[in-house]
């Protein structure tokens, strides 16, 4: 899976938000806050990759357990598809 829709990811005032351009800005109104983990997930996404592979990214960088990695990943990949940007 890969992000598909048009997001620019900016930090601002140590903020990590995303906003939409172009076509993707007509369906989108308003901008989306990201985590840390999130923007992490975020910038995996931007090339080709697996659940397994986002899980195990998080797995890497936090000291979290497996199972909260997978439903922390299942979550973040839910919301990005009901926003349509995978």
Not at 44 to 61: G, I, K, M, N, T
Request: glycine residues 6%; contains cysteine; aromatic residues 4%.
């Amino acid at each position: 899976m890969k992000i598909t829709g048009e997001m620019i990811l900016r930090e601002i005032a140590g903020e990590h938000i995303l906003i939409p351009v172009g076509a993707t800005a007509l369906n989108i109104k308003g901008m989306i806050n990201l985590t840390e983990s999130g923007v992490l997930l975020w910038n995996r996404l931007q090339e080709e990759c697996s659940e397994a592979e986002l899980v195990e990214a998080l797995l890497e960088e936090y000291d979290v357990d497996p199972a909260t990695a997978q439903a922390d990943v299942q979550d973040f990949l839910k919301q990005l598809r009901e926003l349509e940007l995978l």
